[in-house]
């Protein structure tokens, strides 16, 4: 019997999604739903690329929710931030989605993430989609520093998206130390937003600083002009790890090593949506877990857009 997914949004990384969804072993009943007619194109485009017109799934491409659509396995919510929450709650009142994947940045303010939350209530297991947790080579490198924090945490770099990317580095440490989130600095970001790749939206340099309750800190930089520098992890005994993402490479300074790579979202949602079906579970985050640290993280950014823009607006316009 074939599995029913929603894939809501078919844009850059909704489509990766998709091609990830061919080597899926389950067979698949797939709804690919995106208002942009050219979105739905490069969908299919990146589908066919990918052989997935010979796989056993079935897809139909439509440019609003289907009213004949009333339950699904896994509805996969690959949209910008703006709006989430309202989409949301039109999808669980219209259709019983048994298992949630959201994109992150969740919403665009921590009330927005108490109405998500109350929409998804009753459904079996949701997730959000900070994937670091599903990599072999993180995996590899959580148990090389287990026992060995609190960590420090930094990562510098250019204009690699600080206000949109963040959460996968707050998601990564929390994971990696075992340690909640307890605050988030943004005093020492730049006052001066630019637009972001994504009409809309806008991005911000400076620093950020995010505290977890054992003592573990991250420390983010974006800077115009910089280069990119491996992330640096000092563990409780003094040693050093760097960790260069572009190379794959993670050495510490008594000479442990840690190769990998970092994985596509193509590489990842077969076996996501997999795991999910097969078991009821994945290696997430949940969404309750993910919800509270976007709900700091996003109570800071708000507070800085408002400061720094002498506004009072009831959103961050990052996603």
């Not at 976007?294 to 720094?308: C, E, R, Y």
Request: one cysteine or more; charged letters at 20%.
């Amino acid at each position: 019997m074939h599995k029913k997914i929603l894939l809501v949004g078919a844009g850059q990384l909704g489509s990766r999604y998709l091609q990830g969804l061919i080597a899926s072993k389950s067979d698949l009943e797939i709804t690919v739903v995106d208002p942009s007619s050219g979105s739905l194109e490069t969908a299919k485009s990146r589908w066919i690329e990918a052989r997935g017109d010979e796989s056993l799934h079935q897809v139909r491409w439509l440019e609003s929710l289907p009213s004949s659509l009333q339950q699904v396995d896994v509805a996969l919510i690959v949209t910008s931030s703006k709006g989430r929450a309202s989409l949301v709650e039109k999808i669980a009142k219209a259709i019983n989605v048994r298992y949630w994947v959201l994109e992150k940045v969740l919403t665009q303010s921590s009330e927005e993430l108490i109405r998500i939350q109350t929409a998804l209530a009753g459904c079996e297991g949701a997730w959000v989609n900070t994937p670091m947790r599903m990599m072999t080579w993180h995996r590899s490198l959580k148990e090389a520093f287990a026992g060995r924090g609190p960590l420090k945490m930094i990562y510098s770099g250019g204009l690699w998206g600080l206000a949109c990317n963040s959460i996968h580095y707050i998601d990564l440490i929390s994971w990696w130390s075992s340690e909640p989130l307890v605050s988030v600095n943004a005093s020492g970001l730049d006052h001066h937003w630019h637009d972001s790749k994504r009409a809309e939206y806008f991005e911000i340099t400076g620093e950020l600083v995010a505290y977890f309750s054992a003592g573990t800190s991250l420390r983010l930089y974006s800077k115009v002009g910089a280069q990119a520098q491996p992330i640096r992890v000092e563990l409780s005994d003094g040693i050093i790890w760097e960790i260069d993402e572009s190379a794959g490479t993670a050495h510490s300074s008594n000479g442990e090593r840690v190769d990998g790579r970092l994985e596509f979202q193509s590489q990842m949602s077969g076996r996501l949506v997999d795991d999910i079906l097969q078991r009821g579970e994945c290696e997430l985050p949940s969404f309750d877990e993910s919800a509270y640290l976007h709900g700091i993280f996003l109570d800071a950014m708000l507070a800085h857009w408002n400061h720094s823009q002498s506004r009072n607006d009831d959103l961050v316009p990052i996603t």
